[in-house]
């Protein structure tokens, strides 16, 4: 067998098993788009190869024109084969250079089959005879087809194209792609662009060898086609090992994880997850069979803040119980984020969760004790009060008594005054409902009880510890003033936390007084709107203000300045604020004295 | 001489209808206000009688009317009433001079005796002061050389020395003395150095009795 066709069947062998190689890389992934463009250019040029052997080998001009004839449609293949590999795999380019060249080139195909024998030539006379590998082989002898140029003009089109590609890409920092592929590129069709004019314009007497240099091309940018299979292999391992890590992670953080495939609705679930949601191994899940899990209460909380992430983007966190199989209920924090495909739908939904039902009971476990340590408070608080209290309830117990008293010594009177003594009873009675009064006031603050929400009038509840604190201000010379704005909506809360953190304030703003002169004893409760969801609530005093060092400290438990202080008072009563979705806090005024001020959520927001 | 009024002060009302009509039924004359201060501006300076208040009261407290009644010329006994007693205040109102400090539901017995008492001793004391307003009218009437001899008298000096220490005759000396004794009503110079004492003039200090 001759060198020539054992180098010119390689190429083509060649040629045909980089396209095996690669074609199926396409076919599993439609998305790699450069694989397949290598694939159809290296068809094209294991075709090419064919054409030219047959060319070479030709016996008679009417076999080597018909041959270089259809060589032309895989020639023009491979250049739209290479044009759209370099866009794909470049990302870079103008297309409207590519297709241009791809024009030229197709019209210059329409000439190959319309005028002459084809576009080389218009006649052939005769077939040459030039040296070529170590033998002889065939060449065209006659008169050259003009409209060749255009196929100049088209390889110089595409060299530009290729070349503008690398560049940007160069600049983009795909330097080694830049170099291999997009230089291959350009030097192909600047090999190409240059035989074609030497034979052209020179008449030199050329082998035809396009596949030559299309090999050179296929290998090259097939190696750099394989490093990239490469590094996609090692991304694979790469995102396995992290896999293995994240489910070790999630293992040892006791994290049941899970993801939902929106549009299918299938579920795919750890093993921890399945462990948490009571579900056997193997057993199929559905999202349904998921909800049914969950306790019926948190059911449409959960539901809705799914939805809600689904709809507006982004993560969700939300704390809910499960009814397992056997009944048991187990609190767990779920946290997950829904993912979207680029056009904005919701593709799948993946989350994890753990068990929080230890650091549910915990917290229930604290909420008892704040309720104990505020019944406490709320005593030591009364504490302070007795003395206040027992003035008010002295004052109807001595009315009653000197009016009996009084009435008695009526009656020894042989013609007692009968109205008056009518009058006196009246005014028994009237008084006896006073101490009673303030008897149940008492009772209602010093009751331990569960935290009672409901929808409170924020002047009323005001208005009764203000009446509370009313003889205590007056026997210490305080002025007190209440200013509630005019039409308040109500809020959500207890009376008596709310009355207890009134209490403290106003007690602990009459004590700030203390060393006062009368001139400066006032303490000021305001109620106003604070926002459309938010009220706020100031007791201001006109007293000696808190220390600057002090102002941060002042709601610690136990931080107290009074020698009779246990300083619990501030405290508990930052808690029962926040507990109400409230905050607390204090500030010095600007002319004298301190304002305690705390916000409250109007009830329909809460 | 006017009957003596038990004046009731007190904010609560009720309690205040039922203390007067008690203190009535009990044979008292009694006014009553809801504040100090209108106390303080109703009362007639003279007249005698009693105050019967509360200790706790807004603006104006039962202290406050004690400090404010010490400074009249004619101050009038103070009796507190309290819900509670507290000791601090106690102590207060007592050390002020106040008559008694009494719970509001004190027996009905010790409250009326403590107001007796109470216009009794504004009685006492409304004598005292004016048998003193009575002793400084005589002392009014010393002319002023007589004076100067009572002052020598007083110091314990002889006659023999006062008619030296004035450069004047021993005999016009028994005349003044005469005259002051007759002036000032006594007849001993014991009588006459207690009369002066009452009327705020003691012996220089130093000086030895005779």
Known sequence: MSPVTIVYSMIGGVCFTLAAVHLPVWLRNREARASLAFAVAAICSGAIACGELLMLTAATPAEYVAAQKWNHVPIALLLVALAAFGYHYLRAGRLWLALLGIGVRLVALAINFGIGENLNFLEVTALGRVPYMGEEVAVAIGVRNPWLVLTQLDTFVLMLFFADASVTAWRHGRRTEALLVGGSLTVFMLASAGRSMLVFWAGVQMPSMVSLFSLGVMLVTGYALSMDLLRARQLADELSERELQATLAAEAANLGTWTRDIANGTVQVSKKWRELFGFAPGEPLTLPSLLQRIHVDDRAAFDHRLMQAARDGGDYHIELRLVLPDEKTRWIAASGRVAFDARGRALRTRGACIDITARKRQERETLRLRQDIAHVGRVSVMGQLASALAHEINQPLGAILRNAEAAAIFLQDPSPDLAEITAILEDIRKDDQRAGAVIDRMRTLLRRQEVAMTELDLSQVLGDVATLVGPDAAARHVAMQLVVAPGLPPVHGDRVQLQQVLLNLILNAMDALRSEGDRHRTVAVTARREGPETLEISVADTGCGIPAAQIDRVFDPFFTTKTTGIGMGLSISRSIVETHGGRLWAENNAVRGATFRFTLPVAAWA | ?210
């Open chain 2, 1 to 210: 001489m006017s009957e003596p009024t038990v004046h009731v002060v007190d904010d609560d009302g009720p309690f205040l209808l039922a203390m007067s009509r008690l203190l009535r039924a009990s044979g008292f004359s009694v006014k009553t206000y809801v504040s100090a201060t209108d106390f303080l501006a109703e009362r007639e300076e003279d007249a005698p009688g009693c105050v019967v208040v509360d200790l706790r009261m807004p603006e104006f407290s039962g202290l406050d009317l004690q400090t404010a009644l010490a400074r009249a010329r004619h101050p009038l006994p103070l009796l507190f009433l309290t819900g509670h007693a507290d000791t601090a205040s106690t102590v207060q109102a007592m050390r002020g001079g106040a008559e008694d400090f009494l719970e509001k539901r004190a027996p009905k017995e010790q409250l009326l005796d403590a107001v007796q008492r109470a216009l009794a001793r504004d009685a006492r004391e409304r004598a005292e002061r004016s048998r003193q307003d009575e002793v400084h009218q005589r002392f009014e009437t010393i002319s002023p050389r007589e004076r100067e001899v009572l002052g020598l008298v007083l110091q314990g000096r002889l006659n023999k020395q006062i008619a030296g220490d004035l450069g004047i005759h021993e005999r016009t000396v028994k005349v003044h003395r005469k005259s002051i004794m007759t002036k000032l009503g006594v007849r001993s110079v014991a009588a006459l150095t207690r009369l002066a004492q009452e009327a705020g003039m003691p012996p220089p200090p130093g000086s030895t009795f005779p």
